[in-house]
Protein backbone atom coordinates (compact mmCIF):
# COMPACT_ATOMS: atom_id res chain seq x y z
CA UNK A 1 0.00 0.00 0.00
CA UNK A 2 1.22 2.93 -0.51
CA UNK A 3 2.43 5.53 1.64
CA UNK A 4 3.54 9.07 2.81
CA UNK A 5 7.20 8.95 3.57
CA UNK A 6 9.17 11.83 5.51
CA UNK A 7 12.67 12.70 5.79
CA UNK A 8 14.55 12.88 8.29
CA UNK A 9 12.59 11.22 11.27
CA UNK A 10 14.55 13.61 13.94
CA UNK A 11 16.72 16.56 13.36
CA UNK A 12 18.55 19.10 16.01
CA UNK A 13 19.74 22.09 15.01
CA UNK A 14 20.36 25.34 16.54
CA UNK A 15 18.81 28.21 16.87
CA UNK A 16 18.91 30.87 13.98
CA UNK A 17 19.61 28.01 11.08
CA UNK A 18 17.72 26.82 8.18
CA UNK A 19 16.11 23.64 7.93
CA UNK A 20 14.59 21.89 5.10
CA UNK A 21 12.21 18.90 6.04
CA UNK A 22 11.42 16.52 3.21
CA UNK A 23 7.93 14.68 2.01
CA UNK A 24 7.23 12.21 -0.48
CA UNK A 25 3.33 11.88 -1.03
CA UNK A 26 1.77 9.05 -2.69
CA UNK A 27 2.15 9.54 -5.90
CA UNK A 28 -0.71 9.89 -8.11
CA UNK A 29 -1.57 12.66 -4.86
CA UNK A 30 -1.94 16.33 -5.74
CA UNK A 31 -2.74 18.47 -2.64
CA UNK A 32 -0.36 18.79 0.40
CA UNK A 33 -0.42 19.73 3.59
CA UNK A 34 1.84 20.75 6.64
CA UNK A 35 0.92 20.23 9.94
CA UNK A 36 3.12 20.40 13.27
CA UNK A 37 2.33 19.00 16.91
CA UNK A 38 4.05 20.85 19.87
CA UNK A 39 5.15 18.05 22.57
CA UNK A 40 1.81 17.49 24.62
CA UNK A 41 -0.31 19.61 22.48
CA UNK A 42 -2.41 18.92 19.64
CA UNK A 43 -2.30 18.68 15.90
CA UNK A 44 -2.27 22.25 14.31
CA UNK A 45 -2.19 22.79 10.38
CA UNK A 46 0.27 25.11 8.84
CA UNK A 47 -0.35 25.17 5.13
CA UNK A 48 -2.01 23.26 2.10
CA UNK A 49 -0.51 23.49 -1.66
CA UNK A 50 -2.12 22.38 -4.56
CA UNK A 51 -1.08 23.23 -8.17
CA UNK A 52 2.35 24.43 -7.34
CA UNK A 53 1.04 27.08 -5.09
CA UNK A 54 -0.21 27.88 -1.07
CA UNK A 55 -4.01 26.97 -1.23
CA UNK A 56 -4.17 28.69 2.70
CA UNK A 57 -1.94 28.99 5.20
CA UNK A 58 -2.25 29.59 9.01
CA UNK A 59 -1.15 32.14 11.27
CA UNK A 60 1.65 30.16 12.53
CA UNK A 61 2.97 30.09 8.82
CA UNK A 62 4.75 33.42 9.04
CA UNK A 63 7.78 34.79 6.44
CA UNK A 64 9.55 32.36 8.09
CA UNK A 65 8.56 29.59 6.56
CA UNK A 66 8.42 28.37 3.37
CA UNK A 67 7.41 25.02 1.10
CA UNK A 68 7.79 23.81 -2.40
CA UNK A 69 7.52 20.65 -4.58
CA UNK A 70 10.78 21.02 -6.36
CA UNK A 71 10.21 18.00 -8.52
CA UNK A 72 7.67 15.60 -9.06
CA UNK A 73 7.92 13.62 -6.21
CA UNK A 74 9.53 16.10 -2.93
CA UNK A 75 7.43 17.95 -0.73
CA UNK A 76 9.55 20.29 0.86
CA UNK A 77 9.07 22.59 4.28
CA UNK A 78 11.95 24.96 4.65
CA UNK A 79 12.20 27.18 8.07
CA UNK A 80 14.74 29.62 7.34
CA UNK A 81 15.15 30.74 10.99
CA UNK A 82 14.64 28.15 13.74
CA UNK A 83 13.60 29.40 16.75
CA UNK A 84 13.45 27.49 20.00
CA UNK A 85 9.37 27.53 19.78
CA UNK A 86 9.69 25.50 16.47
CA UNK A 87 10.37 22.58 18.18
CA UNK A 88 7.74 19.62 17.28
CA UNK A 89 6.76 17.21 15.40
CA UNK A 90 5.65 17.98 11.58
CA UNK A 91 3.44 15.73 9.62
CA UNK A 92 3.01 15.93 5.92
CA UNK A 93 -0.01 14.66 4.53
CA UNK A 94 -1.28 14.56 0.92
CA UNK A 95 -4.93 13.36 -0.63
CA UNK A 96 -5.57 12.17 -4.23
CA UNK A 97 -7.88 14.10 -6.90
CA UNK A 98 -9.78 11.10 -6.92
CA UNK A 99 -10.90 10.58 -2.90
CA UNK A 100 -10.28 14.05 -1.36
CA UNK A 101 -12.03 13.99 1.61
CA UNK A 102 -9.19 11.61 3.39
CA UNK A 103 -5.77 12.92 4.51
CA UNK A 104 -3.18 10.57 4.39
CA UNK A 105 -0.38 11.53 6.80
CA UNK A 106 3.27 10.84 6.75
CA UNK A 107 5.32 9.09 9.62
CA UNK A 108 6.77 12.85 10.88
CA UNK A 109 9.85 14.72 11.56
CA UNK A 110 10.75 15.70 15.02
CA UNK A 111 12.52 19.36 15.17
CA UNK A 112 14.65 19.54 18.15
CA UNK A 113 15.72 22.88 17.87
CA UNK A 114 18.42 23.98 20.73
CA UNK B 1 -15.28 28.45 11.53
CA UNK B 2 -14.66 25.19 12.91
CA UNK B 3 -13.64 23.95 15.95
CA UNK B 4 -13.46 19.99 18.02
CA UNK B 5 -13.65 19.72 21.81
CA UNK B 6 -12.50 16.40 23.18
CA UNK B 7 -13.40 16.88 27.21
CA UNK B 8 -11.23 13.80 28.26
CA UNK B 9 -7.40 14.23 28.21
CA UNK B 10 -7.07 10.74 29.58
CA UNK B 11 -9.15 7.35 29.67
CA UNK B 12 -8.10 4.63 31.82
CA UNK B 13 -9.80 1.66 31.17
CA UNK B 14 -9.13 -2.29 31.87
CA UNK B 15 -8.43 -4.78 29.51
CA UNK B 16 -12.22 -6.25 27.68
CA UNK B 17 -14.07 -3.57 29.06
CA UNK B 18 -15.62 -1.19 26.89
CA UNK B 19 -14.50 2.74 25.77
CA UNK B 20 -16.22 5.71 24.48
CA UNK B 21 -13.98 8.35 24.04
CA UNK B 22 -15.78 12.16 23.44
CA UNK B 23 -16.03 14.46 20.34
CA UNK B 24 -18.18 17.47 19.86
CA UNK B 25 -17.69 19.86 16.79
CA UNK B 26 -19.01 23.31 15.82
CA UNK B 27 -19.19 24.21 12.81
CA UNK B 28 -21.73 27.06 10.59
CA UNK B 29 -21.30 24.13 7.71
CA UNK B 30 -21.66 20.24 6.81
CA UNK B 31 -18.19 18.77 8.07
CA UNK B 32 -16.56 15.58 7.56
CA UNK B 33 -15.89 14.19 10.69
CA UNK B 34 -12.41 11.92 11.25
CA UNK B 35 -11.27 10.00 14.24
CA UNK B 36 -7.59 10.02 13.29
CA UNK B 37 -4.87 7.20 16.37
CA UNK B 38 -1.18 8.02 16.85
CA UNK B 39 0.34 4.90 18.86
CA UNK B 40 3.48 5.53 20.58
CA UNK B 41 6.05 7.39 18.73
CA UNK B 42 4.42 6.60 15.87
CA UNK B 43 2.34 9.15 12.90
CA UNK B 44 -1.64 9.49 12.40
CA UNK B 45 -3.37 6.96 11.35
CA UNK B 46 -7.38 7.24 10.04
CA UNK B 47 -9.09 4.55 12.42
CA UNK B 48 -12.44 5.66 10.63
CA UNK B 49 -14.13 8.89 8.92
CA UNK B 50 -18.20 10.24 8.33
CA UNK B 51 -18.90 11.80 5.17
CA UNK B 52 -22.69 10.90 4.93
CA UNK B 53 -25.31 8.58 4.56
CA UNK B 54 -25.78 5.98 7.84
CA UNK B 55 -24.46 7.89 10.85
CA UNK B 56 -23.00 4.50 12.22
CA UNK B 57 -19.24 4.42 11.08
CA UNK B 58 -17.26 1.12 11.38
CA UNK B 59 -13.24 1.87 11.08
CA UNK B 60 -10.23 -0.64 11.83
CA UNK B 61 -9.63 -2.34 14.74
CA UNK B 62 -12.70 -3.08 15.91
CA UNK B 63 -13.40 0.48 16.79
CA UNK B 64 -16.89 2.69 15.74
CA UNK B 65 -18.06 5.88 15.76
CA UNK B 66 -21.71 7.38 15.92
CA UNK B 67 -22.54 10.95 14.46
CA UNK B 68 -25.36 12.68 15.83
CA UNK B 69 -26.15 15.74 14.15
CA UNK B 70 -28.65 17.17 16.90
CA UNK B 71 -26.00 17.26 19.65
CA UNK B 72 -23.09 17.83 17.54
CA UNK B 73 -21.04 14.71 18.24
CA UNK B 74 -19.00 11.96 17.35
CA UNK B 75 -17.99 9.69 19.89
CA UNK B 76 -15.48 6.75 19.39
CA UNK B 77 -17.11 3.23 20.65
CA UNK B 78 -15.11 -0.12 20.91
CA UNK B 79 -16.88 -2.86 22.83
CA UNK B 80 -13.31 -4.76 24.48
CA UNK B 81 -10.17 -2.76 24.06
CA UNK B 82 -7.13 -4.96 24.33
CA UNK B 83 -3.93 -3.88 25.72
CA UNK B 84 -2.44 -2.84 22.03
CA UNK B 85 -4.97 -0.01 21.74
CA UNK B 86 -2.91 1.80 23.82
CA UNK B 87 -2.54 5.37 22.17
CA UNK B 88 -3.57 8.73 21.44
CA UNK B 89 -6.95 9.48 19.80
CA UNK B 90 -7.80 12.49 17.75
CA UNK B 91 -10.86 13.46 16.40
CA UNK B 92 -10.85 15.66 13.42
CA UNK B 93 -13.32 17.92 11.18
CA UNK B 94 -12.61 19.15 7.67
CA UNK B 95 -14.78 20.20 4.93
CA UNK B 96 -13.36 18.65 1.21
CA UNK B 97 -10.18 18.67 0.63
CA UNK B 98 -9.48 21.33 3.18
CA UNK B 99 -7.51 21.87 5.75
CA UNK B 100 -8.51 19.29 8.84
CA UNK B 101 -9.18 20.94 12.49
CA UNK B 102 -7.99 18.70 15.21
CA UNK B 103 -9.19 18.00 18.72
CA UNK B 104 -6.52 18.14 21.84
CA UNK B 105 -6.29 14.70 21.85
CA UNK B 106 -7.52 11.38 24.47
CA UNK B 107 -4.42 9.28 25.92
CA UNK B 108 -6.64 6.05 26.20
CA UNK B 109 -4.19 4.04 28.72
CA UNK B 110 -5.27 0.27 29.16
CA UNK B 111 -5.03 -1.44 32.60
CA UNK B 112 -4.32 -5.49 32.63
Known amino acids: EPEVTQTPSHQVTQMGQEVILRCVPISNHLYFYWYRQILGQKVEFLVS????????KSEIFDDQFSVERPDGSNFTLKIRSTKLEDSAMYFC????????????FGPGTRLTVL | AQSVTQLDSQVPVFEEAPVELRCNYSSSVSVYLFWYVQYPNQGLQLLLK??????LVKGINGFEAEFNKSQTSFHLRKPSVHISDTAEYFC??????????FGTGTRLTIIP
Open chain 1, 49 to 56: FYNNEISE
Open chain 2, 92 to 101: AVSFGNEKLT
Open chain 1, 93 to 104: ASISLAVTDTQY
Open chain 2, 50 to 55: YLSGST
